[in-house]
């Protein structure tokens, strides 16, 4: 069974920086490309980031590009999201995503249980 | 972007019943269009890809259909466990969007 376990949320203040993680089992990683999506309190889903299977190629939201940074690494079967100068409303849930294939854009097939991000003073 | 709308954002059903969401698409998706389901305080759920196709372990009384800009999914009789809401994603084209949710109470 495919599982992603993420960690690294917290509490951070405003401007400050968080680095998440997401580990996968039972599958291999390295065949799958990978995305971020996030669920702001009481809302719907919004995709954030994603990478391919090699990891050459990244994409991401428009509000958030240049804030945020996806990467993987597949000798470790982990997914990384570099969140910097956060903002309040990057206060959210956020899930860690394996796509049914190579491909960023297919169905999100795996879903980690999430980690909360919240940006506070 | 593309944005995608569902309707309605709740409704009230009773086990047994036939329910229907709408979702549509601000331009043609072709049938890249996927379906979730979220239960309270848990991550969303792979139901439908493409359109129509069931993933492995979904119950048949969830169906899909619809091409370029308007979808339905379809709970033929709803059962207890189906209390949840439901959530499209059109993968045509970056960035990835999903519709704004309907929950089912």
């Known amino acids: 069974e495919v599982q992603l376990l993420e960690s690294g949320g917290g509490l951070v203040q405003p401007g400050g920086s968080l680095r998440l993680s997401c580990t996968a089992s039972?599958?291999?990683?390295?065949?799958?490309?990978m995305n971020w999506v996030r669920q702001l309190p009481g809302k719907g889903l919004e995709w954030v980031s994603g990478?391919?299977?090699?990891?050459?190629?990244?994409y991401y939201a428009d509000s958030l590009r240049g804030r945020f940074i996806i990467a993987r690494d597949n000798s470790k079967n982990t997914l990384f999201l570099q969140m910097n100068s956060l903002r309040a409303e990057d206060t959210a849930m956020y899930f860690c995503v394996q796509t049914r294939s190579g491909g960023v854009s297919d169905g999100f097939a795996v879903w980690g249980q999430g980690t909360m991000v919240a940006v506070s003073s | 972007d593309i944005q995608m709308t569902q309707s309605p954002s709740s409704l009230s059903a009773s086990v047994g019943d036939r329910v229907t969401i709408t979702c549509r698409a601000s331009?043609?998706?072709?049938?890249?269009l996927n379906w979730y389901q979220q239960k309270a305080g848990k991550a969303p759920k792979f139901l439908i890809h493409?359109?129509?196709t069931l993933q492995r372990g979904v119950p048949s009384r969830f169906s899909g259909s619809g091409s370029g800009t308007d979808f339905t999914l379809t709970i033929s009789s709803l059962e207890p466990e189906d209390f949840a809401t439901y959530y499209c994603?059109?993968?045509?084209?970056?960035?990835?969007?999903f519709g704004g949710g309907t929950k089912v109470e």
């Open positions: 994603q059109q993968t045509t084209r970056l960035p990835l969007t």
């Open positions: 493409a359109a129509s």
């Open positions: 331009q043609n998706i072709d049938t890249y």
């Open positions: 990478i391919s299977d090699t990891g050459d190629t990244t």
């Open positions: 039972g599958v291999t990683f390295s065949n799958y490309a």
